[in-house]
């Protein structure tokens, strides 16, 4: 499957942005799929993952309450909705696919990547 994500930019503190991935190529429905994030000079962090019908989610520690991840089989679509955005959300963001059923909060797990999509939040 081939992902590509999309809807990074540059917000202030506080903003929100809708992160998407658009699928290609196989059966969305059947891939559990997640967003990661790597912040310069840092290693690659879970950000939240979702099972292929929608249950279970997944979310790291760090942006719990405030993000929600979503799909939309029907459009091949995963979502990563993201409001009230810190500093410390600044990273490239990157969606990720596993063919198991459920998600994982390991990257090592994930055998598809989109490309990234640049998220810059000024304070």
């Known amino acids: 499957v081939q992902l590509q994500a999309s809807g990074g930019g540059l917000v202030q503190a506080g903003d929100s942005l809708r992160l998407s991935c658009a699928a290609a190529?196989?059966?969305?429905?059947?891939?559990?799929v997640g967003w990661f994030r790597q912040a310069p000079g840092k290693e690659r962090e879970f950000v939240a993952a979702?099972?292929?019908?929608?249950?279970?989610?997944y979310y790291a520690d760090s942006v719990k309450g405030r993000f929600t991840i979503s799909r939309d089989d029907a459009k091949n679509t995963l979502y990563l909705q993201m409001n009230s955005l810190k500093s410390g959300d600044t990273a490239v963001y990157y969606c990720?696919?596993?063919?198991?059923?459920?998600?994982?909060?390991?990257?090592?797990?994930?055998?598809?990547w989109g490309q990234g999509t640049q998220v810059t939040v000024s304070s």
């Open positions: 979702i099972g292929w019908n929608g249950v279970p989610t």
């Open positions: 190529g196989r059966t969305f429905s059947n891939y559990a």
């Open positions: 990720a696919a596993t063919p198991r059923t459920w998600p994982s909060t390991d990257d090592r797990r994930y055998d598809y």
